[in-house]
């Protein structure tokens, strides 16, 4: 009692495409790749089984390989994008901390993916701008590396395309793995929003050190807007996140908290900042106060803080002014005065 329709998706299953459907794509023809790509998937992943993001890679490999034999090439391209969120949202390991991989060699991009899940990171391969950009909007990774072994223009090129496709390098912190000549003629990318250009062919420990602060940073992050969601204080340590990273990380949620920082260096006294919907609005460190006093602090690299939610009714008066960006923009050229003259080290 099938409809027509379904009868011939059933019978479409399994054969040979031949070269066609080059033009027009009969309705019969895409319900029956459909049926053939998820069959033979319900065949190799047993429907107790857990699928890891390896496992997949191989039945994905096998997928792409039967493109234009079985599988017309948008349908094999959809599934992947569509099981490749459904891994990702149920995957539970130690880390949510989710990296895209762009690199146009699938192969010369597998060592530094495994290299990366060895350390604790979710990751995922793109191969190609398009799958990458889909992906990239259904998933929000929290950090994106481009695999690039191209020179100068054509790295600037890639960058640019996938800018102009949607990419938001500033929102998320983006390595470029490019070739040694290559990296020292790009750095012009940085104001595009990229973290850091690595050469491709020296050692991972850089990549791998700096995509761990960047995690431990998220983690934070996870923990403060969970806490504050939750309107309860908490606390950590400023090795981990200091006063910058907790102002990029409360500013553009808006949060209105009481921060208390505290030195090891200087016990004896704390500094107090309020936050108004995310801007600095009130601060007081010993006789200093202000815009003044936030800059003592965003050296500090050794201490703690607590934050806690509050009502706007308990921000004292304000004592400041200016904007986040301008105390921490005029703050850090301060601290790198002090450094040029051996102040800090």
């Known amino acids: 009692n099938y409809s027509p329709v379904v009868i011939e998706m059933l019978r479409s299953m399994y054969r040979d495409l031949g070269g066609r459907f080059t033009k027009r794509l009969p309705i019969e023809a895409l319900g029956g790749n459909i049926l053939t790509i998820i069959d033979l998937f319900c065949d190799n992943i047993p429907n107790e089984d857990r699928i890891s993001l390896d496992k997949f890679d191989a039945i994905k490999r096998k997928f792409r390989d039967l493109t234009g034999k079985l599988f017309l090439r948008e349908v094999v391209e959809s599934f992947i994008v569509m099981m490749q969120e459904q891994i990702l949202t149920g995957t539970t390991t130690n880390s949510n901390c989710q990296v895209m991989i762009y690199s146009l060699d699938a192969g010369l991009a597998y060592p530094l993916e495994l290299r990366i899940k060895n350390e604790g990171f979710r990751s995922l391969i793109q191969t190609s701008p398009e799958t990458f950009v889909e992906l990239y909007d259904r998933s929000k990774p929290d950090m994106i590396i481009l695999m690039l072994h191209s020179d100068t223009s054509n790295v600037t090129k890639v960058v640019n395309d996938l800018i102009s496709r949607g990419i938001d390098f500033m929102e998320y912190p983006t390595f470029i793995l490019s070739d040694f000549p290559t990296t020292s003629h790009v750095t012009g990318l940085f104001d595009k929003g990229i973290e850091d250009v690595i050469d491709i062919d020296s050692n991972l420990d850089l990549l791998i050190v700096k995509m761990k602060k960047i995690r431990s940073f998220i ?26 990273d907790l102002l990029q990380a409360l500013g553009p949620s808006q949060k209105t908290v009481k921060i208390t920082l505290t030195s090891n260096s200087d016990s004896g006294h704390e500094m107090v900042i309020y936050l108004n919907k995310g801007q600095i609005s009130y601060v007081s460190y010993k006789e200093d106060m202000g815009a003044d006093a ?52």
């Open 219 to 244: 983690e934070e992050k996870r923990q403060l807007d969970e806490a504050t969601r939750k309107s309860s204080r908490t606390s950590g340590r400023l090795s981990d996140m200091n006063l910058i």
């Open 294 to 345: 936030v800059y003592n602090a965003l050296g500090w690299t050794d201490g703690t803080w607590v934050v806690e939610p509050i009502s706007e009714s308990d921000l004292p008066e304000a004592n400041n002014d200016l904007s986040n960006e301008s105390i921490m923009m005029e703050g850090c050229r301060l601290l790198d005065e002090k450094v040029r003259a051996g102040q800090l080290f």
